[in-house]
């Protein structure tokens, strides 16, 4: 039996501007009811990857598929997608359900079964009994839902989202993260997401392709992304971590010991292949992974053991972390645990940190 084609394929689609490559060589596939994001800092490319998809731009060569089917030559209205924009578009003269119908009458549906879509999408996104609000009564979450009932109504093979909770205060903004992966679970449709927060990307998708320069730098799961970043831009873009440049000093398998710019010595795991004695490389490491005492048996064990001096803490509630610093040498983070044990830390304090050497990560550094 032949296995059902992905809802979402690209064949190295390349999009390029007079001498300016925006999106190069692109291969990427989405299986059917997946969450899917895009990654990426602003210029990346990835908005111009949507707009190809959605059909409101051509590739300047390469294949999108949809179901199996090319999309050459498709315009963007006969393309099974819809898309949802940060700026939702909807329409302030009528009310809910006639925003949410207006797909539909312009595919000339009988009317009774316009009425009986409409509703049903209403409920499933938790709007039942709203059809008749106007939009200025909604609540920004509100909003959000009907633009995405505008386009579930039609029932679109894949919905694309255009960073569509960039508008959004910071607290609705988290809320609607939730209620974004619920609603794609409950319509078991293919999303496809580009944003350019980690957050978004890391909490609702299934995969994520961080995206840089126009190509996709890693494509995976958020856990893959976070603790094995492919290359050093994902290891700096995707989480916290703090960042030292060095050069290599010894190797033992995949661990190596750095010496590094302000003479700090660490011990880090190769990920970048095969690295060599005083090859520049970038360490990262990420703030929780750093172990923090007030003893220095505490390090007994572990790759790294240092002392440094707390120059600040970022109190944030359970993700505080502490300011530190060793003698002559640049701040850097450290995750403060939640076990009452630093609750009187304070500027000043001598503390002692380490970690283990897969904890860090080494990057051979770009040739200038």
Not at 45 to 65: C, H, N, Q, V, W
Not at 169 to 181: A, G, I, Q, T, Y
Not at 216 to 239: C, I, K, M, N, W
Request: charged share 20%; hydrophobic share 45%.
């Amino acid at each position: 039996m032949t296995a059902a084609p992905p809802d979402l394929e690209c064949r190295a689609v390349t999009k390029a501007f007079a001498d300016f490559v925006a999106v190069r060589g692109v291969d990427f596939s989405v299986p059917a009811g997946s969450f899917f994001s895009i990654l990426g800092p602003s210029g990346c490319g990835k908005t111009t990857l949507l707009r190809m998809i959605a059909g409101f731009a051509d590739p300047s060569s390469g294949e999108i598929l949809i179901k199996g089917r090319s999309m050459r030559e498709v315009p963007p209205n006969r393309r099974p997608v819809n898309m949802v924009f940060q700026h939702l578009a909807l329409f302030p003269m009528m009310s809910v359900g006639e925003n949410v119908a207006f797909g539909l009458r312009r595919r000339k549906v009988m009317p009774a079964e316009i009425t009986r879509r409409v509703e049903d999408v209403l409920a499933r996104v938790g709007l039942a009994g709203m059809s008749g609000r106007r939009i200025e009564q909604l609540s920004g979450g509100q909003k959000q839902r009907v633009a995405i009932a505008r386009c579930m109504v039609l029932e679109p093979d894949v919905l694309l989202l255009d960073e569509p909770l960039g508008a959004l205060d910071l607290k609705l903004r988290e809320h609607m993260k939730v209620e974004l992966k619920k609603l794609q679970s409950e319509f078991r449709t293919t999303f496809v997401y580009i944003t350019h927060d980690q957050s978004e990307a890391l909490v609702m998708s299934d995969t994520v392709a961080v995206m840089n320069h126009g190509v996709f730098e890693q494509v995976g799961s958020p856990r893959d992304l976070y603790f094995q970043p492919a290359t050093a831009f994902v290891a700096g873009f995707v989480g916290d971590a703090n960042r030292w440049q060095g050069r290599v000093e010894a190797l033992s398998g995949n661990a190596v010991s750095i010496r590094t710019e302000d003479g700090l010595v660490l011990r880090a795991h190769a990920a970048d292949g095969a690295l060599a004695a005083s090859d520049a490389v970038a360490v990262f490491v990420r703030p929780e992974a750093i172990t923090l005492s007030r003893e220095p048996a505490a390090m007994l064990g572990l790759d790294t053991g240092i002392a440094a001096t707390i120059t600040g803490i970022l109190f944030n509630g359970a993700n505080s972390r502490a300011l530190v610093k060793v003698a002559g040498q640049r701040e850097f983070e450290v995750a403060i645990p939640q076990t009452g044990a630093f609750a009187g830390l304070s500027v000043g304090d001598v503390v002692h940190l380490g970690w283990r050497a897969d904890q860090a990560r080494a990057y051979r550094a770009p040739r200038p």
